[in-house]
């Protein structure tokens, strides 16, 4: 079936869970028409690499036929190791000797970089009167992306686009925060991820992949408990649901205030080399944004306001296809989804 508007399949291959988004343009607007979650067999994507890509496939197949999405057309974004981001100061030079530069700032970061990634680079405006310019320098693993590109290939849809998670943070919050001005940074709390982009007056300006998330939650509760994986997310879910256990809560705020840290020290690390300014606003999402306790821990280490990043603060939905409280529920998760599926192929 050709969809109308060119519109896109966003799909986002997580660790913990695979989730989709489909929207349909109707004039100015955007409506929800499909969205879904399944979970993902653990260690079928091991530090963003797909390491069993027939579970993988197969389990997006299934996704896709429970949901009956008929699109042809599909894109996903990729983070964490795959990913070099890379935002460095240059002075003022032609376009042929910055290439040059980025090169060999990529080399630094990683010596097989020119032979194994495949690179582009942002210049960040160039503020006049400024002997420096600033680019913002992304390179993605020629391998894992062709992996991930295959996923999609052997589902049977047509892999149109691929994007960087941070990217697909700030197209999501274009279209639903489109009043928003100043400095704020967009976290993505995932499962063994954390993208963080900072926004100066709608600009990227900064992004980082920290191998941090929800995982690590999920393995204390497995050291300290002797739990499996399945039943340690379990208990997430029943502490989630209401269920308190003391000894499950003091590890959630182990986890907590240990995220928060690694957060606040890459907030005050941009603050410190790049801005005069610091940043104030923070709008978080990814499965492990809701942890109770999250959102004022954060807030109060990196004393900074910290609000839910909602996905479909200007998507329309159906409220007879879709029932508000589920998708109050999963919003926090379908960021991702749902940014790569605003992207025009
Ligand atoms: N409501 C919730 N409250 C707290 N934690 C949750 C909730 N829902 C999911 N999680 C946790 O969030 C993580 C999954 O988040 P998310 O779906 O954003 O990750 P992912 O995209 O699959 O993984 P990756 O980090 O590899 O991209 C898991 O650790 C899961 O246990
Ligand atoms: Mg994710």
């Not at 607007?29 to 079928?44: D, F, H, I, T, W």
């Not at 405006?125 to 020629?142: C, F, H, P, R, T």
């Not at 976290?187 to 007056?201: E, F, H, K, W, Y």
């Not at 994986?229 to 209401?242: C, P, Q, S």
Request: charged share 20%; net charge negative; hydrophobic share 40%.
């Amino acid at each position: 079936m050709l969809l109308g508007n060119g519109a896109i399949l966003g799909i986002d291959i997580g660790s913990n869970s695979i989730k989709v988004v489909e929207l349909e343009e109707v004039g100015t607007n955007y409506q929800l028409k499909s969205l879904g979650e399944v979970p993902l067999a653990r260690g079928s994507i091991v530090d963003k690499a797909i390491v069993n890509s027939d579970e993988v496939s197969r389990t997006l197949s299934k996704l896709i036929d429970d949901l009956g999405i008929e699109a042809d057309d599909a894109a996903i974004s990729i983070s964490g190791d795959p990913v070099l981001l890379k935002r460095v100061s240059l002075p003022h030079m032609s376009d042929a000797e910055l290439k040059k530069s980025i090169k060999w700032e990529l080399e630094k970061l990683n010596t097989q970089a020119i032979n194994e990634f495949s690179y582009d680079y942002q210049v960040l405006s160039a503020q006049a009167g400024k002997d420096m310019i600033d680019v913002l320098i992304v390179a993605a693993n020629k391998n894992v992306t062709r992996d991930y590109l295959s996923i999609l290939t052997n589902v049977g849809l047509n892999p149109v686009l691929i994007d960087l998670d941070v990217f697909s943070l700030q197209s999501v919050y274009e279209v639903n925060y489109p009043e928003s001005t100043g400095l704020l940074a967009l976290i993505n709390i995932g499962a063994s991820v954390t993208n963080v982009l900072i926004i100066d007056n709608g600009e990227s300006v900064f992004a980082k992949d920290l191998p941090v998330g929800g995982d690590q939650y999920t393995d204390l509760i497995i050291d300290k408990m002797g739990l499996t994986y399945d039943e340690a997310e379990e208990v997430k879910h029943n502490l989630r649901a209401g269920l308190t256990d003391p000894a499950i809560e003091e590890l959630a705020d182990n986890f907590i205030q240990s995220i928060s840290y690694e957060i606040k020290s890459i907030l005050d690390h941009f603050s410190a080399t790049h801005s005069s300014e610091k940043v104030k606003r923070i709008m978080i999402g990814g499965g492990s944004a809701t942890l109770p306790g999250m959102n004022n821990t954060l807030s109060t280490v990196a004393q900074s306001y910290v609000g839910i990043l909602n996905p479909f603060r200007n998507i329309d939905y159906s409220e007879a296809a879709f029932d508000p409280e589920y998708i109050s529920d999963i919003s926090p998760k379908m960021n991702i989804a749902t940014g790569i599926a605003l992207r025009k192929p």
